[in-house]
Structure formats: structure tokens, C-alpha cells
């Protein structure tokens, strides 16, 4: 089997290999995998990084889903994420597909999942918080127009060619197939003469036989005659089992159909039995992802006037911003049988840029290896992969490997080097971490060019039940004697004075960026902690580190009512805080490794960073107000105000949203954003943002999209004015296979 597996993923295999160089992209979606559960498909979508759950809307069902989230800085320093990445759902017959969108994520952080047809589903944060739940019931609707057949299908039997020679193991498969044959012709007949108890204990005796040709005929047709027999819970259990164990089979959709006459709420009841769970899966292949390319251009003119003396100039000048295509490739295959699950996945994002000042580059997001076992308590990752905890610092080329059950007792392992954008040479590491239950104990040791980087050890608390859940987490680094990372986090559902509302809350204090050797480096002209180590010690080092490291505290509650059927109202209120920085290093000189006053050294390693100030207690307010179905079916609009204030600047922001679909292709999404701050000096800061976005799909697997978009920002102060009109558009067409 393991031949096979790798012989399969041949193709895959060589992409992974030939793209491991590249350096990694701010791409926030991570994977989306399906799994059918009790109480439906639950699809959980995880993320890059961690982050908060806020709310969701609609809140039980339509073709658009919302999930709104704030993100959470993680034991890493962390990048910007970037709009519009798309991830599609793998296949299924049970339920309508669906595409994960990233949207807003430096105003109104969301994503914004399209179904396909009308769902209904339920939504909740992973446990791992850096992923969402979503739980989608199979359709209620009729999954084909065709009648069900009343009697099974057998074929003629199968017989080796004249003269073949068999080995002894095809002996006893042929007979195996012989025996299971006529158990079916036995049951059909059993059926057709309305004998429904005479047809489920043949077909019990089917089943009871080593797996054959047979063997998923028969699982779907014993529930058919438990059904006619009167034991719809029995039935049940048997359609349930069968959607388990060949869920991307042909018949899956027509025992959802069976399935879906049974359940008033389009969901099999879980019963699972001994027997059941001794069923094998038959081996099953699934390819599929997107391939997408995207242009954007962006121009602006920006009018600078400036009084002095009495005396106004204005200076004007216009400017493309940015001219580029876009090509990103999401491919993923996977394998599945009775005991272990395997995929491989390949995520690539290429941009062309057509301006001089602006390099071209390709970047590898994904390029790793997976196999989990579904009989054993195992999984194996090896290649480009996004950290999935563990004090591990973000993307990172290597291996990742863990066994047991988490909640007894399971061991994990992790090796790499970090992949990153800083230049110069990317640090090491290999940390383990044990699972039991509620809490999770890890141990990481980092370096970069031989040289100690990071040494940490750390704990994750995580509680979870229908309506409440918590997380808890600590990073302590003892190379530096500091505490890293402090955070606690939750929410809960149905406070006593309004029992349909949503609270969550979160604590956080954290080193920024987080504390590693490397932070040394900000502000040097170098970018290799060897070249400081020539004129400091690895002390000396150690402490520039420190020194150039902030401390940020974070507090922040927010709470969600739903009003009525088509009104969610929520709020959020936040207080941060940052220090500031002392003046750090010192200029050297090259001849004699001597510190010298600053500005007169002819080099500097060190670089001279001067005092930075705290940006004091910084205080934000936001309200929102969500309503759907308002003005036709399936239509959400959105409005939100920000109130924010600190020791330099107040103002406020509106936000306006509106999404409609506007026929079976074509949907339409409209925002303005209008912002206005004023500083400690009087200088005032407006800005206006309309956009307008369109897509459309077509032919199923097609979909083209292109939004336009302008922005408006006048800056004014005692002596200087500017204003600057920026006109963006892009568009892109995605394939999705």
C-alpha cells in the first residue's frame, strides 16, 4: 500500500521537492476539510494564525455566511493578511460546495463563504483557535429527480478467462465474491416478494463476510429493508453508516435522498454500533482545488500645498501605484482508505510586476505531505507548512508528527527552519509538546547562524462545551528570563438578561515583536547576527535584543444580540497599550572596533536607534448592526461606527456594507468607508472609500470577478495641506477543478 501511495502522489511529490526555496506569502487561509459527523458535514476552515470568533450572520441558514473575527497576535510577530484569497471545499454529494473568502482584513476582518445553493448550518470557533466550525446539514431538497430504484442491480458474475491460473488468495476472493452474489440475489428476491425481515438477515450474513464486491451494495440496501420492514431508526443507522464509509461513492447521494425522507431535520442520528465500526472504507481518490490569475492597477495624484511667510506653492504630481498580475495555484489530491487518510497540498502565488521600481516574485504558501491514521492515533507532515501551535513562529519548511489521543495522552514532535520575509538566514528549530485533555505543555529551541535565537517553554489551556469556551495560553523564554506571551480568552452563549446573546473577551500581553536574538538586528546595517557578534558578545547581543523589544497590553470584551429573524446587533470595546523604546546601540569603528561618537563613524553594525515614545492608553468603541433578507432574499447590508481616542489622535470611522445576489450568476458587493481624525497639533485627517465589486460564475467550475474602487485622503495642518485621489481597480477569473 505504501508503493501505491507514493507511486499515486508521484506528480505532487516533485512539485513539493522543486518549490521548497521560495520564501512564504501573508496568506491567511490555511485548509478546509469536510468530515461527516452527527449532526451533519462539518466543514472546519483553518487559518494561518490565531484568532478571536466575534460573530457570524446569517445565523442559521441562506447562500452567504459571514464569520466575523478579530486576529490574534501569536507567540510570532505576524504580517498583514491580504484580501481576496479564495479557497474552494473539497467535493461532496451531501451537501452544497462552497468557496472561503478573505475579505476587509485592515478594517472589518471577515470571511465571507458562498454556498452554492441554499444551506442551512450552524458556526463555532475551533478549539485550536485558528479555525471555525461549520456544520452544515445535507440538503433537505431532493439530490435527484430520478425515482429510487426498488430492487438492487446485479450484475452478471464475474469468471476468470478460459485457461487463467489463479493464485490461492484469488481462489478465496472469487469464492468470497460467489457467496456474497448469491446473499444478494437471495435479498433482491426477498425484497421483491415484500419479505423485508427474511431480506435484512441475508443481507446481515452479506455483510458479516470478509469485504467484497458486494459489500457496499449490500450496506445500502439493508437499510433500504429495514426501512420497509418499519425500524426507520434502524435504517437510519445503516444510511448513516454507509454515508461514513463511502461518502464520494455514486450512491451517496441517493442514500442522502433515502436518508433525507427519514429526518425531518436533513440529518442522520449518530448510533453507531460495534459491528458498524468493524466495516471497512473502500480506498478513494480525490483531486481538486483552483487555479486563478488576477490584475490590479492603481493610480494617484497627490496636490501638496504649503504656506510659508505669508507665501502659498502647491505642488501636484500623478502616479501609478501599482500594475501587476496575480497567478495563484491550489491544488490538492487525497487518498483514503480503512486505515490511513493521505493528501498532499500545493499552494503557489506568483505576481508579475509590470512597474521597474517593483520586483516580480513567486512565493510557495503550501507544499507538504500528510498521512493520518484512521485506526491508529497518528499523523505525519513533512514539507512547507503553517505552524499549528507549540511555540513554533509561523510558516516553516520541516516536519511535524504527532501519536496518541489528545485527550489521554498524545506526544508531538516538530523540526524546521523558519520561512519568513526578513532577510539573511532563517533560524532552526525542533520543540516537542505533550496533549492530555484540557491543557498542552511545549518545549521549542531556536537558532539562526549557530547562535541561540529563541529557548522557550510554554502552555495552552483550552476549554469547550455547547456554550462556553476558553483558551489560555503562556510563553515563557528562559534564554531571555521574560515572559513572551500572556493571553486568556473565551466566550459564552446566553447571558441571564438576554439568554439569545453572545459575549467573548480577551486579555493579551505580549513582547513586540516577539523576543528573539534577531531583534537585534532592527536598526543595524547588517542583517546577520554574525557581524554583530565581531564587535559584542553574545550577551551584549542578548541584551540589544531586549532593548529593542516593546511590551503591548490588550483588553477587549465584545457581545452579539440577534433581534428578530433579520436584525443582529453587536459591540466591541478594546484598550490597548504600548511602551515605548529607550535609544539603543552604538556606532563602531571599522579600523579600531572602538565605539565612536554618532555621526562620526564611517560604518555602522550596531545602528543607532533613538528613543521612541509609548504610544500611551488607546481607547475604541465599535457598534455594528447586521440585517439580511431586507430588501430581497438572500441580501445582507451591514453598519458599523468606531470611536477611538489616545494621547495623540481621536476620531472615528463608518463602515458601510451591502451584498446581493442578484440572479443565479451574478452578485454584487457595495462599501464605503469615511474616517476623520485629529492630532494633539490640531491637524485634521479625512478620508472617503467607495468600492463596488461584482462576480459571476458560470458554467459551474468558472468564476470572474473585478471591483473598482476610489479614495479620497486630505491631511491638513498649520503650514501644510495635501490631498491625494487614488482610482484602484483589478480582475481576475478562477477556475476551480
Known amino acids: 500500500m505504501r508503493k501505491h501511495f507514493f507511486k499515486r502522489h508521484s506528480f505532487f511529490g516533485g512539485l513539493l521537492l522543486t518549490l521548497l526555496p521560495f520564501v512564504a506569502d501573508a496568506q491567511p487561509l490555511d485548509d478546509v476539510e469536510l468530515e461527516f459527523q452527527n449532526k451533519g458535514v462539518v466543514a472546519t476552515i483553518r487559518l494561518t494564525g490565531p484568532v478571536q470568533y466575534l460573530r457570524h450572520f446569517p445565523e442559521s441558514h441562506g447562500k452567504t455566511l459571514e464569520i466575523y473575527y478579530e486576529r490574534v497576535q501569536d507567540v510570532a510577530s505576524t504580517e498583514a493578511w491580504v484580501d481576496d484569497e479564495v479557497r474552494k471545499s473539497p467535493p461532496s454529494k451531501l451537501i452544497p460546495g462552497f468557496t472561503v473568502t478573505t475579505r476587509d482584513q485592515l478594517t472589518k476582518p471577515k470571511l465571507v463563504i458562498?454556498?452554492?445553493?441554499?444551506?442551512?448550518f450552524s458556526v463555532e470557533p475551533g478549539k485550536d483557535r485558528r479555525s471555525f466550525l461549520i456544520t452544515i446539514r445535507p440538503d433537505k431538497q431532493p439530490v435527484s429527480n430520478a425515482p429510487l430504484p426498488f430492487l438492487p442491480t446485479i450484475g452478471a458474475e464475474a469468471k476468470p478467462a478460459a485457461g487463467t491460473i489463479l493464485k490461492p488468495e484469488e481462489v478465496a476472493a472469487a469464492e468470497i465474491n460467489r457467496q456474497a452474489r448469491a446473499l444478494m440475489m437471495q435479498a433482491r428476491d426477498a425484497l421483491a416478494a415484500k419479505q423485508n425481515d427474511l431480506a435484512v438477515e441475508v443481507l446481515n450474513k452479506l455483510l458479516l463476510l470478509p469485504p467484497n464486491d458486494y459489500t457496499q451494495q449490500g450496506q445500502e440496501w439493508i437499510g433500504v429493508a429495514r426501512e420497509r420492514s418499519g425500524q426507520p431508526d434502524k435504517a437510519k443507522v445503516e444510511y448513516d453508516l454507509y454515508l461514513r464509509l463511502y461518502p464520494e461513492s455514486a450512491g451517496a447521494a441517493r442514500v442522502a435522498q433515502r436518508l433525507e425522507g427519514l429526518s425531518d431535520n436533513g440529518s442522520a442520528n449518530?448510533?453507531?454500533?460495534?459491528?458498524?465500526?468493524?466495516?471497512k472504507q473502500a480506498p478513494s481518490v480525490t483531486t481538486f482545488g483552483s487555479i486563478s490569475s488576477r490584475y490590479y492597477y492603481g493610480r494617484s495624484n497627490v496636490a501638496t500645498t504649503n504656506t510659508f511667510n505669508g507665501v502659498t506653492t502647491t505642488d501636484s504630481q500623478s502616479m501609478t501605484d501599482q500594475s501587476m498580475l496575480i497567478t495563484s495555484v491550489d491544488a490538492s489530491e487525497r487518498y483514503r482508505n480503512e486505515n490511513y487518510d493521505s493528501r498532499l497540498v500545493f499552494r503557489d502565488v506568483n505576481t508579475k510586476n509590470f512597474l521597474s521600481t517593483q520586483p516580480s516574485y513567486n512565493r510557495a504558501i503550501a507544499a507538504y505531505g500528510e498521512i493520518k491514521g484512521r485506526t491508529q492515533d497518528y499523523l505525519v507532515r513533512v514539507g512547507r507548512q503553517s505552524s499549528m501551535g507549540g511555540g513554533v513562529m509561523g510558516l516553516f519548511d520541516g516536519l511535524a508528527a504527532s501519536y496518541g489521543d489528545a485527550q489521554n495522552l498524545r506526544v508531538n514532535s516538530v523540526a524546521g527552519a523558519l520561512v519568513d520575509y526578513s532577510p539573511g538566514p532563517k533560524p532552526r528549530f525542533f520543540?516537542?509538546?505533550v496533549d492530555r485533555g484540557a491543557f498542552s505543555f511545549y518545549g521549542i529551541n531556536q537558532t539562526v547562524e549557530g547562535t541561540l535565537?529563541?529557548?522557550?517553554?510554554?502552555?495552552e489551556y483550552r476549554y469547550f462545551d455547547d456554550k462556553r469556551n476558553a483558551y489560555g495560553l503562556l510563553d515563557y523564554d528562559t534564554y531571555f528570563n521574560a515572559v513572551n506571551a500572556a493571553q486568556f480568552m473565551g466566550m459564552t452563549k446566553g447571558l441571564s438578561l438576554m439568554p439569545d446573546s453572545t459575549f467573548s473577551f480577551m486579555l493579551d500581553h505580549r513582547k513586540t515583536p516577539s523576543l528573539s536574538v534577531r531583534n537585534a538586528l532592527n536598526g543595524a546595517s547588517t542583517s546577520s547576527v554574525n557581524d554583530l557578534l565581531q564587535t559584542m558578545s553574545v550577551s551584549s547581543l542578548r541584551d540589544l535584543a531586549m532593548a529593542r523589544t516593546a511590551t503591548a497590553n490588550m483588553g477587549q470584551v465584545g457581545i452579539t444580540v440577534p433581534v428578530r429573524e433579520k436584525w443582529q446587533v453587536g459591540g466591541d470595546f478594546r484598550l490597548t497599550n504600548t511602551t515605548g523604546l529607550g535609544s539603543s546601540g552604538q556606532t563602531i569603528d571599522p579600523l579600531t572596533g572602538l565605539p565612536i561618537s554618532q555621526g562620526t563613524g564611517t560604518q555602522?553594525?550596531?545602528?543607532?536607534?533613538?528613543?521612541?515614545?509609548g504610544r500611551g492608553l488607546e481607547r475604541s468603541v465599535t457598534g455594528q448592526v447586521i440585517g439580511s433578507s431586507l430588501y430581497k432574499q438572500g441580501d445582507i447590508w451591514s453598519a458599523s461606527l468606531t470611536?477611538?481616542?489616545s494621547g495623540t489622535v481621536n476620531g472615528h470611522t463608518a463602515?458601510?456594507?451591502?451584498?446581493?445576489?442578484?440572479?443565479?450568476?451574478?452578485?454584487?458587493d457595495t462599501t464605503l468607508q469615511m474616517s476623520s481624525f485629529k492630532d494633539q497639533f490640531g491637524g485634521t485627517t479625512t478620508q472617503i472609500m467607495p468600492m463596488l465589486r461584482g462576480s459571476y460564475r458560470f458554467r459551474?467550475?468558472?468564476t470572474f470577478d473585478t471591483d473598482l474602487s476610489y479614495q479620497k485622503i486630505n491631511t491638513s495642518g498649520p503650514q501644510v495641506t495635501t490631498d491625494i485621489a487614488s482610482l484602484f481597480y483589478s480582475a481576475g477569473l478562477r477556475w476551480d477543478f
Do not use: C
Not at 458562498?114 to 442551512?120: D, G, L
Not at 449518530?270 to 466495516?279: F, I, N, R, Y
Not at 463602515?655 to 454584487?668: A, E, R, S, T
Open 643 to 645: 470611536l477611538s481616542s
Open 700 to 702: 459551474e467550475r468558472f
Open 655 to 668: 463602515f458601510f456594507y451591502n451584498h446581493n445576489q442578484i440572479n443565479d450568476g451574478w452578485m454584487l
Open 604 to 613: 555602522t553594525t550596531q545602528g543607532f536607534v533613538q528613543t521612541t515614545p
Open 431 to 433: 520543540g516537542a509538546s
Open 270 to 279: 449518530s448510533l453507531m454500533t460495534a459491528a458498524g465500526g468493524d466495516k
Open 453 to 459: 535565537d529563541r529557548r522557550a517553554i510554554g502552555s
Open 114 to 120: 458562498e454556498f452554492s445553493r441554499e444551506a442551512e
